[in-house]
């Protein structure tokens, strides 16, 4: 730990500055609950909670005594203070730690899930579980996640898990309560609530009623005046609080009968019942202007745009909300409902119109486009009124161009969720294939020596299939399942590297600058992949300067220290040291429109055959997966900058390590001993088998998890069991963990075309060894002599 690496102190008194300690440790611990409080969804708690630490930081130090030692090594966060925010909650809240360790929960989440499980094994089946974990995996990668539809004991909940903590190695989830969705209890609560107040001071009475015509809600000025001497909670008839005279007009019964005559206004919950459960408004008709005025203070405080229309179809009245859905600018006076939509739709809107303001009234939903946003078709719902004076018509539009555009997002997320899910398996299946071709070329070559006729051919069939290799890992890093091999080192000496070769790319109408900076961290990366994110990034850099004419091509890298991300104030980077990669052109630039879209795989701006799409959707895959950021910033005619920024690695010297992974040289690769070869593909099992072969093991093969269990209930002896992952009916994880029941020493190899790192956390079992495919011959000779090596 890191306490064990700080410098002892002695226990001498403190200087004069030593009164300022004990107020630093409370202001740091007063952040640390401000800052959950706040994540917590608590802003005001928050504040209060600074401001009183703050104050009692202040009267201590006023009253400190004499400086005393002071023992440097701090003890962690305050649990306590943190359980204090959390208690603040209504809804359910948990704190875990990396290992999913539950550290605390408050009342509201031991309220809703029995017993207080871990957050992570909430759900009751398959998918549940899988949806926490996705989301969890997001919250580690992203700084936060969410699920919904997630089965529990407790029914479907939606969780939300969010990363914190001054490391962020802490997962604050939270589970929102499900909002109300029965449209008679929202139409309760807004007239009991701030709506209906607000009519209330309008003079405006409410009240909701139910389809047998029972009041079961009214705002406060209606329960004043109507129901003298009735309980409310009896939901009395609406027919027996109001009379209805031969003009159409209302009389509260109980101000008996002088009272004055009010005109009313029904809004139906469902606009396709338009006598059926609704809210009716009363307001005083003695004055016609105030009722105008009444009437479109109502209609202006109201979510939904509403427009009146007469019968020859012309706008009586709008409010704000239907200027804001149509478009409508505020000084714009517009005449026509037709007004508002494309010149293809304007005769259906008059026709429904027109239909609407006469004969029996009716109501009906129209598929329109507006004219500001004629790529969006809206619902446009016309309703037919009666008794309203010269209002015939009710048109109701509401504003979606937010659910659109979040319909949009969804969509794009689960073609691309489809398609990386496609690519991986295409991928998956190719690299077999291709360990096939590899693995002979190997077996041909030891058969041949450099001279012979066929050598040429068999090596150039290796390198082609090597370029083969290289395709499959675009493909799985565009879904972000290729196999990294990450290595600790700088980021200019692979800049270096690739530079050479981007001087031939670029081509003589573009200037190559590089620049460094001083004082960079380490990182952990693969080199290999790092070097294809900066060739992709550079030729596309190329191809907008080309289209410009010519121009310089600026690779820069820089250390970015913590302050300095927390000064950016961005919400996906976290707080950390990072080592900054910017690729800077001064090309044609890309508009904002398509700036959004440059990462989606398949996009490409070039013409057809140009251009595959998956340029940057790999560059973003390497980069999400090795743990970084990417940024991208342009400027029509002017140019594009891409900024990658890679968390800093920490290297922890830890004594004798070296001498314990001391390694045989490479080239003894000769073995002995039983292997047990599982593969289902025929052409990869028969490569493997001669390969271990040929370099002293005794092969027995299986071609199923079944078929080796049974070998391995023989009882015979074996050394290693080499397996590889997906097969059909027992795949490999399961068919070891079969094994290890009764062999738990038994070396395991897997094979396998996806990532490592993700099959390490779903397999989840120790003392295991992996090799991705494709591999040659001496790459499972190998993994083979590792594996086999006394630990």
């Given at each position: 730990m890191l306490h064990q690496d700080l410098p002892a102190l002695d226990a001498s008194p403190l200087n004069q500055g030593a009164r300022w300690l004990v107020p630093a440790i409370g202001a740091a611990a007063a952040l640390s609950g401000g800052g959950l409080l706040w994540a917590a969804g608590f802003p005001l708690a928050a504040g209060i909670f600074l401001a009183a630490c703050?104050?009692?930081?202040?009267?201590?130090?006023?009253?400190?005594?004499?400086?005393?030692?002071?023992?440097?090594?701090?003890?962690?966060?305050?649990?306590?203070?943190?359980?204090?925010?959390?208690?603040?909650?209504?809804?359910?809240?948990?704190?875990?730690?990396?290992?999913?360790?539950?550290?605390?929960?408050?009342?509201a989440y031991r309220a809703r899930f029995e017993g207080a499980p871990r957050p992570a094994t909430l759900g009751t089946d398959d998918d549940a579980m899988q949806a926490l974990a996705a989301a969890q995996s997001m919250a580690w990668r992203d700084g936060g996640g969410c699920a919904g539809g997630v089965t529990t004991a407790a029914g479907p909940i939606a969780v939300e898990i969010e990363r914190v903590g001054a490391r962020g190695d802490l997962l604050l989830w939270r589970f929102p309560e499900p909002t109300a969705s029965d449209p008679m209890a929202i139409a309760a609560?807004?007239?009991?609530?701030?709506?209906?107040?607000?009519?209330?001071?309008?003079?405006?009475?409410?009240?909701?009623?139910?389809?047998?015509?029972?009041?079961?809600?009214?705002?406060?000025?209606?329960?004043?005046?109507?129901?003298?001497?009735?309980?409310?909670?009896?939901?009395?008839?609406?027919?027996d609080l109001v009379e209805v005279s031969d003009d159409g007009q209302f009389r509260l019964v109980a101000e008996g009968e002088n009272a004055h005559m009010m005109r009313a206004v029904h809004m139906p919950v469902d606009p396709a019942l338009p006598n059926g459960p609704g809210t009716f408004l009363l307001f005083d008709s003695a004055d016609a202007s105030a009722g105008s005025t009444q009437l479109q203070a109502l209609l202006d405080m109201l979510p939904i745009g509403l427009a009146l229309v007469d019968r020859d179809g012309r706008f009586l009245t709008m409010n704000d909300a239907f200027r804001t859905a149509g478009g409508i600018k505020p000084n714009a006076r517009p005449i026509y409902p037709g007004d508002l939509v494309v010149k293809e739709d304007k005769a259906a809107v008059a026709d429904t119109v027109r239909r609407n303001a006469r004969g029996p009234a009716m109501s009906g939903d129209l598929a329109v486009r507006l004219a500001r946003s004629p790529a969006e078709p809206v619902a446009l719902t016309v309703a037919g009124l009666r008794g309203l004076g010269d209002a015939a018509v009710l048109l109701l539009l509401k504003d979606n161009s937010e659910e659109a555009k979040l319909k949009r997002q969804i969509a794009q997320a689960t073609k691309m969720q489809a398609v990386g899910q496609l690519a991986g398996g295409v991928a998956h299946d190719f690299n077999n294939i291709l360990t096939a071709i590899i693995g002979h070329c190997d077996l041909m070559l030891m058969r041949h020596t450099p001279g012979d006729s066929d050598y040429d051919d068999i090596q150039q069939i290796k390198s082609n299939s090597n370029r083969a290799a290289g395709l499959t890992r675009q493909l799985l890093a565009f879904s972000r399942q290729q196999t990294l091999r990450p290595q600790v080192l700088q980021l200019p000496d692979v800049v270096s590297e690739v530079s050479h070769l981007l001087k031939r790319l670029l081509g003589e109408t573009v200037q190559l600058?590089?620049?460094?900076?001083?004082?960079?961290?380490?990182?952990?990366?693969d080199p290999g992949q790092l070097e294809q994110v900066i060739i992709n990034l550079a030729v596309n850099a190329r191809d907008a300067i080309i289209a410009k004419g010519g121009g310089t091509l600026t690779i820069q890298t820089y250390a970015v220290r913590a302050d300095q991300v927390a000064e950016l104030g961005s919400e996906i980077l976290p707080t950390a040291d990072y080592t900054a990669l910017s690729v800077t052109d001064t090309g044609c630039g890309i508009a904002p429109s398509i700036l959004s879209k440059v990462f989606e795989p398949f996009f490409t701006t070039k013409e057809v055959g140009k251009g595959t799409g998956l340029g940057l959707s790999t560059v973003y895959g390497i980069v999400k997966q090795s743990g970084g950021f990417i940024?991208?910033?342009?400027?029509?005619?002017?140019?594009?900058?891409?900024?990658?920024?890679?968390?800093?690695?920490?290297?922890?010297?830890?004594?004798?390590?070296?001498?314990?992974?001391?390694?045989?040289?490479a080239d003894e690769l000769w073995g002995t001993g039983t292997?047990?070869?599982?593969?289902?593909?025929?052409?990869?099992?028969?490569?493997?088998?001669r390969a271990l072969v040929r370099h002293g093991y005794t092969v027995i093969t299986a071609t199923n998890g079944e078929e080796a269990l049974e070998v391995l209930g023989r009882g015979g002896d074996i050394a290693l069991l080499i397996t590889d992952v997906v097969m059909p009916a027992m795949d490999g994880p399961t068919m070891v963990r079969e094994a290890r029941l009764s062999r738990p020493d038994l070396p395991i190899l897997f094979m396998s075309g996806y990532a490592e790192e993700q099959l390490r956390n779903s397999i989840d079992i120790d003392n295991v060894a992996f090799l991705p495919k494709p591999f040659s011959v001496q790459e499972l000779a190998e993994a083979a002599r590792k594996a086999l090596a006394p630990k």
């Open positions: 703050l104050a009692g930081a202040v009267m201590g130090m006023r009253r400190a005594s004499p400086p005393m030692a002071f023992d440097p090594v701090a003890a962690g966060p305050d649990f306590s203070i943190v359980g204090s925010a959390l208690a603040l909650s209504d809804q359910a809240a948990a704190l875990t730690a990396a290992d999913g360790t539950l550290l605390i929960a408050n009342a609560e807004r007239v009991t609530g701030v709506v209906g107040e607000r009519l209330g001071h309008a003079a405006v009475l409410a009240a909701l009623v139910d389809q047998d015509g029972r009041l079961l809600a009214s705002n406060r000025l209606f329960a004043d005046r109507a129901l003298t001497g009735i309980e409310a909670r009896d939901h009395p008839s609406f027919a600058a590089v620049k460094h900076g001083r004082n960079l961290g380490p990182i952990r990366a940024f991208a910033d342009s400027k029509v005619g002017e140019g594009t900058r891409f900024v990658i920024y890679l968390p800093v690695h920490r290297v922890e010297d830890k004594p004798g390590k070296a001498a314990r992974g001391s390694k045989a040289p292997v047990l070869l599982v593969e289902d593909e025929p052409m990869v099992r028969t490569v493997a088998e």
